[in-house]
């Protein structure tokens, strides 16, 4: 229990009603507290720690100095509840709710289809709600830069920003976005000019959103006015079961609790402490939070500079320094222009906003992107203790390490004196980051010189590092070079010279990259160099040009984002009003996903007696557990029991393709993260440090194996090893007129999904009945494992699904195991138990999609025929088969991709290795083989000297073609979405301006690609392709639909709900789908392979159809009456108003040994081109322009099928240039969050994005003529990485070099930039072959 030393305690307020909290907990975090005290469930918890965005609320205080009330969005998941003391907040429930009145903010995203899964929706909404607050009529960029910080795996963010960008003022919106040639983006539908060939409509009309009405926001509480305005002094403490809080209420306060407990941290933005609480173990009894001390947050201008109070939040500081900005002489500005280009940079606006200046210095981490600045422009800072106060510079001398400064214990910063640049002085500050927005810097720098007046001799010079050591450094030697010289080239080179041994990383520096970080070093002093080559022409010191090719070298990357269209078919014209089908609809809960009312499986309600469920899992990646000491964790507070697999009553592993996967490890590990026992108590916090008390005792075994070449040389495979071959490709390689050998690597791929794996199990008490909440693909089988586990039949077990947020393949075999876990828990101690897993357990358990690595020989004639390949395919699939059998398969069938190869052969391998287990990721193999394909044809393009696009015509199937294993298909749509792309994208034109671009810059180049796409739709498993529904008619005429579908943002309910309207002929809002449940619809199959909608549409038409026709004698009786009549008719009748629906599937399979069969009903066909600027110093790069023809038949709902598209192509955009599971070499996971994992954000959206739905297509094969769609458009996004291979062409084209080029994916701005060539990396590859550190150990495993 916490008591307080405040009479009055804390005093906030939540959504206009106020709270008095007599006892906070210190360690209580805002987001846990509305969760689970408040019961406001719509804020989510993405991560944890500030990365997502999906925890976004709005603060809101009242400054009595100023008389304002400042409103700020925060993340919620680091704000401690006892800081609010004082504050408004509003949570996503606060702002409209669809019982009473919903907001245009949320409206918008909703009607403007911004929503799939919902779960990162109302992070979105505070976001922008917040914004709005500040300015009601922002600019695009505005929305941009306030929505950096929130994360969607879904949406692709395209239709968040149409839906938000409703609230530019026309003026606002494109004028500043510089698009010259299309009309503004509010002008008109989607904006555009461009051709409308299938009598487009648009996606959500404008015309009736609800106007932004501020009468509508809470009011600020005038209590809270009148407590900040008595200025209350008095100090608050909180007492918690661990962890005390003071927070003091004056300065001398402060300075005493430092001295008497120096020790403790002081919080302020929680940015940088929070996270070493809460993901490093580390604990401090003692906190003091100095957010009431005035002085902290001071700000004075003086002629020489300005006065920053430590405490001020980077968009404090931002104001300031903009107000400089414009109050200063503009040639004073230098430093203040260079810092607020970081802080523009730094983390998202929730983050910027309460992430303060002194604890971004004393936090001294090496990848600051202040310090490198603060150092470089000679600021100062006061350090005060009781002892008095002192001024200190902020340079190499203060930073003495990792996390380590020259402040004294008891001493704290007080303020931040940065300098006005003086006369003929320049400051410039540089910054590359794994992601252009809310990622921490690989390396950044603060450089700055001042010059002898009107002379181009240098009088000083300092240049700072960071990220490329355990704290900034400063290039020492090079500044030598430079200092009393001419700032001339001969001058530069030596500095050049000299700074490739100041930075000197070894080869296992923490954060890997090192070629790439030294390289940076170099290229961002030569890009300073440019700058300041460009001042001192300016001011007429020198009379030398920067050479045209160079000038482009420090433009910025294009950023304004332009127009974009979507085009589909029209519903027919005599469709009637009332059938949904064919039309944009919105997700049907779209509204209660942006009002936050949304049910997760994690918001149900706690139940009585509920226990938490904390995993303990492996910490060695293959030992032999010799014991397992839970008696420590036993006695912690709350603790309530420990499960291991001695527990399980039934079968104690699930079978995956006749492997068996233990659910907990009795004897022996296999990979870092295995399962190994779980501790069960009375909340999550105590779960998690009884987890934490739990020892294992390992005994190592030695031969582990991680990487492909050491499980191809230990033969170490799950069997079977498939083969496919037609022709006779050993004739056709000797018959070739070139041969080539080539190799690709593709990482593996995080699901990232935004809701974590969760789970609910209640015993319900009698006849060993159990409900299963969860969230996963596959109810049916989590049933299935949970009955096995506890040795009770399916009928005791009945699972609901009611939304997921977000699967993606991730949610079905894992998810069966940790239900089943999570089962026993509930099953030993009678009660009910709830498994939520954080972000980091999430990455680490539930493994991703397989890293491959492929290998080919391919023949072909001069004129680019490819006579013959053969493919050889290794997947990394971890410590269990789990469907890794299936995913090689499924590489074999589509090993071709588009393209007619008489001659072919492939062998795939599912490697056995202990790292953790990988698992179905949409697309199943097929992203990763058709690279490998795709890589080849590059490869054959860059021998031949040709252009990719012209080999893949050459060689695309063309007519009515069998595939390799012998399947008939017509090719026409295909041909029809590359012709239909080379058009609309204008593609050669586009190559010929991209010619001559790259011809007139030298470190900027641009590349395009254009690729296509045939994907097999369907389970070749023909048994998976059946589906079942149950529909029930009540008597009012409201009808309920259950499927075996589950929801998981790709809309399924809602095309569901399209269907049922159609075949009944009544309105979708008389239909219902409340959720997928065992108990109503029994054995159902997954919902993957892009086939949910195929399968359960025809099953609940099947039903529909059969009441349909049940109620026709009634109908006929009664012409005129309506549904509701005929219904209760029926009802009197005694005509039952429920029936099942079933669909028997395709007869699909694929027969091995013969290597043929029919293992998907048909294809679906998309062509997509993209564009891209590279920067070649930095490897960075931006997709300038993005056109997707997609044939989905006739899509039964062309925003969700729009959506799914562009979903998937960010998707794969992520996979293929960004996304990086790194695991140190004895294969531990490095990466498990979004500080380390960089899924795409909105920066990452191409510029421009258009999608056509293919015109004139339709598919007798599916429902109502439709197409899956889920999968096939994630390979879309290789079109970037091959624009970016386009683009590195050219680059090394001027540096002299030509033909293939292993380029591996994804196309990271390392790779990219090392693969330029320019004289920078040959620097460093020189200087790196002459040192001697080239056998020490790489940090991160090449697997
Ligand atoms: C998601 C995320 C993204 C981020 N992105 C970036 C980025 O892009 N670039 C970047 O530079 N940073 C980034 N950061 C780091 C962030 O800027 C720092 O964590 C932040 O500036 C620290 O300030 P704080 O007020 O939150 O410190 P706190 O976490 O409250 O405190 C951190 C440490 O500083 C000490 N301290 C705080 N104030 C004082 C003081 N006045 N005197 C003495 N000691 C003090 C505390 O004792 C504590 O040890 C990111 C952080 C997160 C969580
Ligand atoms: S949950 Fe708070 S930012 Fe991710
Ligand atoms: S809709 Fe954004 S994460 Fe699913």
Redesign the pocket.
């Known amino acids: 229990m916490t008591e307080h030393t405040r009479n009055d305690g804390l005093i906030f307020y939540v959504n206009g009603k106020k709270i008095m909290e007599k006892n906070p907990d210190p360690e209580a975090m805002l987001l846990s507290y509305v969760r689970q005290k408040l019961r406001l469930t719509g804020t989510k918890n993405g991560c944890g ?3 997502c965005g999906a925890c976004t609320v709005m603060v809101s205080r009242y400054d009595p100095e100023s008389k304002t009330i400042n409103h700020f969005s925060v ?1 919620a998941c ?1 704000l401690p509840v006892c800081q609010l003391h004082g504050a408004a907040v509003t949570t996503v429930e606060g702002i409209g709710s669809t019982k009473n009145k919903i907001h245009p903010v949320q409206e918008r995203i909703a009607k403007a289809h911004g929503t799939q899964c919902g779960f990162c929706t109302p992070g979105m909404v505070m976001s922008m709600y917040t914004l709005l607050r500040n300015n009601p009529q922002p600019t695009l960029e505005e929305i941009t830069d306030g929505l950096a ?1 929130n994360l969607c795996r879904c949406t692709g963010y395209r239709p968040i920003v149409d839906g938000f960008k409703t609230f530019c003022e026309s003026e606002n919106c494109c004028q500043n976005g510089a698009v010259n040639e299309t009309a503004c983006c509010m002008a008109n539908g989607n904006g555009s000019k461009e051709p409308m060939d299938n009598g487009n409509l648009e996606l959500f009309s404008k015309d009736d959103l609800l106007p932004l009405d501020p009468t509508q926001d809470l009011i600020f509480p005038p209590e809270l006015m009148l407590m900040a305005d008595s200025l209350d002094q008095t100090t608050q403490k909180f007492v918690g079961e661990r962890m005390t809080w003071i927070s003091p209420g004056s300065l001398d306060e402060l300075l005493q609790l430092k001295a008497d407990y120096p020790q403790a ?11 070493d609480i809460k993901f490093k173990g580390i604990f401090h009894p003692i906190i003091i939070s ?1 957010t009431r001390v005035p002085e ?1 947050f001071k700000v004075s201008q003086k002629p020489e500079g300005v006065c920053v109070g ?2 001020c ?2 968009s404090v500081l931002k104001s300031v320094l903009e107000r400089n900005c414009s109050s200063f002489p503009q040639e004073n500005t230098h430093m203040f222009r260079a810092l607020l280009q ?1 802080i523009n ?4 606006q929730p ?1 910027r906003n ?10 001294a ?1 090496p ?5 490198p600045v603060l150092a470089a422009g000679r600021c100062t800072l006061v350090a005060l203790s009781k002892e008095g106060r002192r001024r200190v510079p902020i340079d190499k001398d203060f930073f003495l390490g990792f996390a380590k400064t020259a ?1 004294k214990p008891d ?4 303020s931040v004196f940065i300098p006005a640049s003086r006369k003929d002085e320049i400051v410039q500050a540089f910054r590359h ?1 794994p992601r252009k927005e ?4 690989t390396v950044n720098a603060g450089m700055r010189v001042w010059f002898i007046e009107n002379s181009n001799v240098v009088k000083e010079i300092s240049i700072y590092y960071g990220g490329v050591g355990p704290t900034i450094l400063s290039a020492d030697q090079a500044c030598e070079q430079i200092v009393g010289r001419p700032w001339e080239e001969t001058t530069l080179n030596d500095a050049y010279g000299m700074l490739v041994d100041d930075i000197s990383l070894g080869a296992s520096a923490p954060g890997g990259k090192v070629e790439f970080r030294r390289s940076l070093t170099l290229s961002l002093l030569f890009k300073f160099n440019l700058h300041v080559l460009q001042y001192l022409k300016e001011k007429d010191v020198t009379l030398s040009e920067i050479p045209k090719e160079m000038q482009s070298a420090i433009q910025p990357l294009p950023k304004h984002i332009h127009p974009s269209y979507q085009e589909f078919q029209n519903v027919l014209e005599n469709q009637p009003v009332q059938d949904p089908v064919g039309r944009p609809v919105m997700h049907r809960t779209a509204l209660s996903q942006a009002t936050g009312e949304a049910v997760y499986c994690d918001d149900l309600p706690h139940t009585d007696c509920e226990l938490f469920l904390g995993i303990v899992t492996s910490s060695r990646p293959h030992a032999k557990i010799t014991h397992i000491d839970f008696s420590e964790a036993l006695n912690l507070p709350g603790v309530v029991d420990v499960v291991t697999a001695k527990d399980i009553p039934g079968k104690k592993f699930r079978t995956f393709t006749g492997f068996d996967e233990e659910l907990l490890a009795e004897h022996e590990v296999s990979c870092v993260g295995q399962m190994v026992c779980a501790v069960v108590a009375d909340s999550k916090a105590h779960a998690k440090r009884g987890a934490a008390a739990v020892k294992i005792g390992y005994e190592d075994l030695q031969d582990r194996i991680f990487t492909f070449e050491e499980a191809i040389e230990k033969q170490s495979f799950f069997l079977p090893r498939r083969t496919i071959e037609r022709g006779n490709v050993e004739k056709g390689l000797e018959e070739a007129e070139q041969v080539h050998e080539g190799e690709i690597r593709i990482g593996g791929q995080e699901h990232f999904y935004l809701e974590t794996q969760s789970f609910l199990v209640i015993p319900v008490g009698e006849e060993k009945e159990m409900k299963v909440y969860l969230s996963t693909q596959h109810p049916a089988f989590a049933q299935e494992a949970v009955a096995e586990t506890l040795n009770i039949p399916s009928n005791r077990v009945s699972c609901h699904v009611k939304r997921l947020g977000g699967a993606f393949g991730g949610k079905v075999t894992k998810t069966s195991i940790l239900a089943s876990i999570t089962a026993v828990a509930a099953w030993k101690t009678g009660r009910p138990v709830r498994c939520v897993l954080e972000r980091g357990e999430d990455m680490l358990i539930t493994g991703g999609r397989h890293p491959v690595w492929g290998k080919y020989k391919v023949g072909f004639t001069k004129d680019g025929r490819i006579t013959a390949a053969d493919f050889q395919y290794y997947a990394n699939s971890g410590n269990t088969a789990d469907e890794s059998v299936l995913v090689v398969e499924k590489i074999l069938l589509h090993l071709d991709n588009a393209y007619n190869i008489p001659n072919l052969r492939g062998k795939s391998a599912a490697c056995k290795t202990n790292l953790p287990s990988n698992t179905a990721f949409r697309g199943f193999g097929v992203p990763q083989c058709m690279l490998v394909v795709e890589n080849m044809i590059s490869d054959v393009a860059l021998k031949l000297g040709r252009l990719p696009e012209e080999i893949r015509e050459i060689n695309m199937y063309k007519e009515v073609s069998l595939t390799h294993y012998k399947m008939e298909f017509d090719p026409e749509n295909l041909v029809r979405c590359w012709d239909d792309c080379k058009e609309k994208a204008e593609f050669q034109r586009r190559r010929q301006a991209i010619d001559m671009f790259n011809q007139q810059n030298q470190y900027k180049k641009r590349g395009i690609a254009i690729i296509p796409i045939k994907y097999g739709v369907g389970f070749s498993e023909g048994f998976l392709n059946q589906a079942a529904a149950l529909v029930h008619i009540y008597k009012d005429g409201s009808v309920l639909v259950s499927h075996g579908g589950a929801e998981m943002g790709q809309g399924i309910h809602t095309k569901i709900q399209q269907v049922a309207s159609r075949e009944l002929n009544i309105p979708a809002s008389l239909i219902h789908i409340s959720e997928t449940s065992t108990e109503c619809v029994p054995n159902t199959c997954p919902s993957a392979a892009s086939f949910g909608t195929d399968a359960n549409g025809m099953a609940v038409q099947d039903a529909c159809q059969i009441l349909y026709k049940r109620l026709e004698p009634i109908r006929k009786k009664n012409p005129n009456g309506t549904w509701q009549n005929w219904v209760m008719t029926a009802f009197l009748e005694k005509i039952s108003l429920s029936a099942t629906g079933y669909y028997r599937g395709h007869d699909l399979d694929m027969d091995w040994e013969k290597q043929e069969g029919k293992p998907y009903a048909y294809f679906t066909y998309a062509v997509c081109c993209s564009e891209v600027e590279l920067d070649c110093l930095t490897g960075e790069y931006r997709t300038l322009r993005t056109d997707i023809v997609v044939d989905v038949g006739r899509s039964i709902n062309p925003s969700i099928d729009i959506g799914q598209i562009e979903g998937a192509f960010m998707q794969g955009l992520g996979l293929y240039t960004m996304e990086e599971i790194k695991f140190s070499p004895s294969g531990v996971l490095y990466t498990r969050g ?2 380390q994992y960089k899924i795409p954000a909105f920066c990452d959206v191409p510029l421009k994005f258009n999608v056509y739905l293919l015109a004139g297509s339709s598919n007798p094969l599916a429902i109502y003529s439709s197409k899956g769609i889920g999968e096939p458009a994630v390979f879309l996004g290789s079109s970037v990485f091959f624009a970016i291979k386009d683009a590195l062409t050219a680059a090394r084209k001027d540096a002299g070099l030509s033909g293939p080029f292993i380029l591996n994916s994804p196309a990271t701005p390392e790779r990219a930039c090392l693969a330029c060539a320019t004289r920078f990396t040959k620097m460093v590859s020189q200087s790196e072959s002459r040192s001697t550190s080239g056998s020490a150990q790489p940090w991160a495993l090449d697997i």
């Not at 990848?367 to 310090?371: A, E, F, I, K, Q």
């Not at 001493?411 to 007080?414: G, H, R």
């Open positions: 720690g500030g990365g993340n680091l910080g941290p002081i919080v302020m933005g929680n940015t940088n402490i929070g996270l100095p902290l430590a405490g939040s980077m970081q940079l730094v983390g998202g983050i309460v992430a303060t200046l002194g604890g971004n210095i004393a936090s981490y990848n600051s992107d202040l310090t402040l001493e704290i910063v007080l980051a809310n990622a921490l810097a979004p500080g």
